[in-house]
């Protein structure tokens, strides 16, 4: 599977020489080994640091995966370097850049589902943002560490930890600038669906319309990370997690994709709503939106398990002749016919 070949390729299980980057050096250097101090780099500056930090946020708003695969390790360990060296005065400041670069590798490991690494990276995160001071890099680095407390079953930990994040992030800022209140927002939203998740369908759409309203309230920008556009996507991911699929659908409706200004988020809406057209026994349906995300975001398509795991339920005896193109789509994405 495509999906396992990149995580190996990120984190030097393979070499193969499609996913790392040619430089020997950068080849070597992997997230495990950083970590556990085994490769280390040159400190740069924090205004080089800061340039390199917004292209890793660029690859992931954009599924570029695999080529931020390739920049993480030595992203990591330049971040690392720059806090272990770093004067008293700049000591905050670069502990605020080294939770961002491990906040962005933690999201790109939950995304391939290795959720292994994502522990390490997440609570690396969340250990430099407290030193940081920063309101915002704390409350990022803690709705990371809660998405990975949940998806590896611990969603009532999870849930109590977002809640709280929200609840400090109020305290601590009292939410008069967009970006904390869109932080706040977003914080909302992940503690939805983590209700969802639970089974706890009333909190969830409690926690999504608290959310909406927030965010209506503050009158959030478009470039900030989260917008009533985004929460209307949430409602899609919230109905399908709740299995009200027709819902799913419905809420899907509602939402042109092509208002999403983000690829990332743009993903997340394909991946909703061709699971909730599954759900709903439509898989022509389900399998031209598999197709629209394939177009829109291809890595998405072909790195994550959600898609691998519905081409294999597609391929079905029952579907394989009512879908014309599946086999071939399969192999485009690697999976197994």
């Not at 809660?146 to 601590?172: C, M, N, S």
């Not at 959310?211 to 919230?238: G, Q």
């Not at 409706?253 to 439509?282: C, F, M, N, S």
Request: include cysteine; aromatic fraction near 6%.
């Amino acid at each position: 599977m495509r999906r396992r070949d990149l995580i190996a390729g990120t984190l030097g299980l393979t070499a193969s020489a499609a996913l790392l980057p040619t430089d020997a050096a950068a080849m070597a250097s992997t997230v495990e080994d950083v970590i556990f101090g085994r490769v280390t780099a040159d400190p740069i500056s924090g205004q080089r640091l800061g340039a390199q930090l917004a292209a890793a946020r660029a690859d992931f708003r954009a599924c570029r995966y695999s080529q931020l695969a390739r920049r993480l390790p030595r992203l990591l360990a330049q971040a690392t370097a720059a806090r272990d060296q770093a004067s008293i005065d700049d000591l905050e400041q670069a502990a605020g850049r080294l939770a961002q670069a491990y906040s962005v590798a933690t999201q790109l490991l939950i995304k391939l589902h290795d959720d292994g690494m994502a522990w390490s990276t997440s609570d690396r995160a969340v250990q430099a943002a407290r030193a940081s001071g920063d309101p915002l890099a704390i409350a990022e680095a803690t709705r990371l560490a809660a998405t990975v407390l949940r998806r590896t079953h611990h969603r009532d930990g999870a849930q109590r930890l977002i809640l709280r994040a929200a609840q400090q992030l109020d305290a601590d800022t009292g939410l008069t600038a967009p970006q904390h209140t869109a932080m706040y927002g977003q914080l909302l939203a992940v503690a939805s669906y983590t209700a969802a998740m639970r089974d706890d369908r009333d909190t969830a759409w409690a926690l999504l319309t608290e959310a909406n309203d927030a965010v209506r309230r503050a009158d959030i920008p478009d470039n900030e990370r989260i917008t009533p556009l985004d929460l209307a996507v949430y409602k899609i991911s919230i109905a399908r997690v709740l299995g009200d699929y027709g819902s799913a659908v419905d809420y899907a409706k509602q939402v042109d994709p092509a208002r999403i200004a983000a690829p990332e988020r743009r993903a997340r809406y394909w991946e909703d709503t061709t699971l909730a057209l599954h759900g709903r026994g439509r898989p022509e349906a389900a399998f031209q939106a598999l197709l629209a995300a394939e177009r829109d975001t291809p890595q998405e398509v072909r790195y994550r398990p959600w898609a691998q795991n519905l081409t294999h339920d597609l391929l079905s005896a029952g579907n394989r002749n009512a879908l014309p193109g599946i086999r071939e789509f399969a192999t485009r994405i690697g999976v197994e016919t």
